[in-house]
């Protein structure tokens, strides 16, 4: 925990050279599995495998964000995360309604491909996850962060159960109800996301006023500060 320049408690904000090179790692792995998803989705018509894609797409861009965001003053870092709990809820709708589309066609996918890419995608996640660990009790901006990666790396252990759930029953529905639990894994994290956004802009809203008086007195009281 950090104090602020009047004393104020913080929670970690991201402000380190180790968490911002993590966060570079991070962003490379989800740009990586993006694509291999994407691709390994389509050619196996695993709709749970492009809906984890997605995420992984989401995450990307996220991360970068976070990365932005870092340094920034509580209100803009809670706004960032403000933004990517909202986004979460629109990949939220989208996987629903591209499901529930899917439930209409109902074709089988292949199992063997959807398994195996999703056991490369955990192990991916996981390594994300091992990474943030120490930061997951951040501020919003750093704990949307987390909450996507741990989020992924349960995904993925779904998506593995429903392509064994494919091979024995040699049915499309596992393949589909995985992606409605995905669709609600990002509902959950949204709504949290948002949450704490609010509170923490508030937070900035309420502490604005006092922390420029309270610094500003501090800087007459030493004059010698820079």
Known sequence: ????????????????????????????????????????????????????????????????????????????????????????????????????????????????TMGTVAIAAFVANMVSVLLL?????????????WLCSRNDAIGNLVVVAAASGVWATDSAWPDLSVAFVMAALFLSSSIQIIRQARVEIQQADRDQPAAQTGCTSARRDHPDQS
């Not at 408690?9 to 490379?28: D, K, N, P």
């Not at 998803?37 to 018509?45: D, I, K, R």
Request: aromatic share 8%; net charge positive.
């Open 133 to 145: 660990m120490r930061y997951r009790e951040g501020d919003a901006n750093v704990r949307s962060v």
């Open 1 to 112: 925990m950090a104090g602020g320049c009047c004393g104020h408690e913080q929670s970690f904000a991201g402000v380190s050279r180790t968490y911002r090179r993590i966060l570079l790692i991070i962003i490379a792995i989800n740009g990586l599995m993006f694509g291999v998803e994407m691709v390994a989705g389509w050619l196996s018509g695993s709709q749970a495998l492009q809906a984890d894609a997605l995420d992984f797409l989401g995450d990307t861009i996220s991360y970068a964000v976070s990365l932005w965001a870092i340094g920034k003053a509580l209100a803009i870092r809670s706004r960032a995360a403000m933004a990517k709990g909202i986004s979460l809820a629109l990949m939220a709708a989208w996987v629903t309604g591209s499901t529930l589309y899917k439930v209409l066609i109902l074709n089988t996918p292949d199992a063997v």
